[in-house]
């Protein structure tokens, strides 16, 4: 399962110039290195990197994002100036997910509307009340005591 780095998330202020140098540099890839992992130009990378480039193409976000593996979503966090908890959605699946753990970032990074292990639909509230879940360490829906998931048989 894929796990969320915090050293790898953006940190508030931080420019996408200064997060891509940061990340870089932190796992130690020259500009050529990253730029071909990529699959961008050498120039476009050091533009971004000085700040000379604000905007990304869907193409260089996904080639940056595999390259220094983390989730699109953090890039497209940066690029509009908000924090990685607000590109986290409240998604889990009631089949995989084990109430009160951390959810597997398929589920809260994505846009998807089902769960890409077993295909069932995503929810973001209480299957009984509709309440929303307010956060991942909640068991159970404060609002009537249901619990988020199904029991695993
Ligand atoms: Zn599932
Ligand atoms: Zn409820």
Redesign the pocket.
């Known amino acids: 399962m894929y796990i969320i780095d915090s050293s790898k998330t953006p940190k508030p202020e931080e420019t996408v110039g200064e997060y891509l140098r940061r990340l870089r540099e932190s796992a130690n890839i020259s500009q050529q290195d990253l730029a071909e992992a990529a699959g961008i130009h050498l120039q476009s990378l050091g533009k971004l990197e000085r700040g000379l480039t604000k905007r990304l193409n869907s193409k260089t976000k996904k080639g940056l994002a595999i390259a220094l593996n983390i989730p699109e979503e953090f890039l497209e966090a940066v690029l509009n100036g908000k924090s990685v908890e607000g590109v986290i959605q409240k998604q889990f699946?009631?089949?995989?997910?084990k109430g009160g753990t951390t959810p597997d970032p398929v589920w809260t990074l994505s846009r998807a509307k089902y769960?890409?292990?077993?295909?069932?639909v995503l929810l973001n509230s209480c299957q009984k009340c509709q309440e929303p879940l307010m956060s991942f360490k909640h068991k159970f829906c404060p609002n009537c005591g249901t619990p988020y998931t199904k029991k695993n048989k």
């Open positions: 699946c009631p089949r995989c997910w769960c890409l292990i077993c295909g069932n």
